[in-house]
Nanobody
Framework: QVQLVESGGGLVQAGGSLRLSCTVS????????IGWHRQAPGKQRELVAA???????QYADSVKARFTISRDNAKNTVSLQMSSLKPEDTAVYYC??????????WGQGTQVTVSS
């Protein structure tokens, strides 16, 4: 069974930093897409950052130069370092991963709140 276990998140003041981590079950090499979405109250879920097929990275325009996605293959973990946080970054952040055989899975979500 595929599991995505998230950690990190919390409350931070504007301009601060937070780090989210997502550990996937099994080998990280079994997933061809892995990354983060977020959903703010009253808004649709949107892509934040991801490693895509072929190993490239993709970022939402709103987070470029502020957020960095990274991976530790030995630990089957993908992390999202968020810097220069803004109140508009407040959302529930979801890890997601597409397993090559089993399909798309989501983490339980972790709240990020940025106070002004």
């Amino acid at each position: 069974q595929v599991q995505l276990v998230e950690s990190g998140g919390g409350l931070v003041q504007a301009g601060g930093s937070l780090r989210l981590s997502c550990t996937v079950s099994g080998s990280i090499y079994s997933y061809d897409v892995i990354g983060w979405h977020r959903q703010a109250p009253g808004k649709q879920r949107e892509l934040v950052a991801a490693f895509t097929i072929g190993g490239t990275t993709q970022y939402a325009d709103s987070v470029k130069a502020r957020f960095t996605i990274s991976r530790d293959n030995a630990k089957n973990t993908v992390s999202l370092q968020m810097s220069s946080l803004k109140p508009e970054d407040t959302a529930v952040y979801y890890c997601y991963a597409n397993h090559q055989r089993l399909g798309l899975f989501w983490g339980q979500g972790t709240q990020v709140t940025v106070s002004s």
